[in-house]
């Protein structure tokens, strides 16, 4: 077999490996929506701690390999673990801007019986900052403060700009803020964390951005042992 036919071979076995894997991962992508839709109507059981996640299609897990991979299924799967109780999950997320929101998402889901609140999303289309930060002060308004922790931008190109202003907010109405960004250009700082529809992350680099949540979501574990401490 000559050089030629052995050079051919090789690329058209990578075209293929690239393109299943795509295709994979974009049929992957389109059923997420429906994972979240069958988990929000699954009854709430006794003594669960109601989860409710708003924003982007990182909040969806789009990339990964299941939705549970994603930083909303691995929060729940921590909580249950931490806590022993049951956890529901009410993902309403799209892939839309990040006024959808306010726009759609909120008038979903109940919050004031939610026990912990998940909010990211660096879909900006490039809004002004006062757009941006208009949004924000929506969302800041309609989430319960004490349970919540949004997401720092995780620092793709254009978003150093909005950064100070989601970090002014969420400071003022005193919410939980995830540093994501240290985590993505520290230990998550590699190659191997992106899926095959970049930029949105594989299943390892949603673990990753978890890590970002964790210390946020055992500060709101402990603020509500010590409420029912008081009370009891």
């Not at 690239?18 to 429906?34: E, K, S």
């Not at 701690?49 to 994603?70: E, F, H, K, T, Y």
């Not at 190109?157 to 985590?183: C, F, K, M, N, W």
């Amino acid at each position: 077999m000559s050089s030629w036919l052995i050079a051919g071979a090789v690329v058209t076995a990578v075209v293929l490996f690239v393109a299943g894997n795509v295709g994979w991962t974009a049929v992957t992508a389109l059923n997420t929506p429906d994972y979240w839709k069958v988990e929000m109507r699954e009854p709430v059981q006794p003594n669960a701690i109601r989860l409710v996640a708003l924003g982007d299609s990182s909040v969806q897990a789009i990339g990964a390999s299941n939705p549970m991979d994603g930083y909303v299924g691995r929060i729940a799967t921590y909580v249950h673990e931490k806590t022993g109780r049951p956890v529901h999950i009410a993902n309403v997320a799209t892939g839309g801007s990040i006024t959808d929101i306010v726009t759609s998402q909120l008038a979903k889901v109940e919050l004031s019986t939610a026990d912990i609140v998940v909010v990211a999303d660096d879909n900006l289309n490039g809004m002004s900052l006062d757009k941006y930060r208009a949004t924000l002060e929506a969302v800041a308004a309609a989430v319960p403060a004490d349970r919540t922790v949004i997401s720092d931008l995780p620092g793709l190109p254009g978003e150093d700009r909005y950064q100070p202003v989601l970090t002014e907010v969420a400071d003022a109405h005193g919410i939980l803020r995830a540093d994501v960004r240290s985590i993505l250009n520290g230990e998550g700082r590699r190659l191997d964390v992106f899926s095959w529809l970049p930029p949105h992350l594989n299943s390892k680099g949603y673990g990753y951005w978890f890590e970002a949540f964790r210390p946020k979501i055992d500060v709101i574990l402990a603020r509500q042992a010590a409420r029912q401490e008081a009370r009891a």
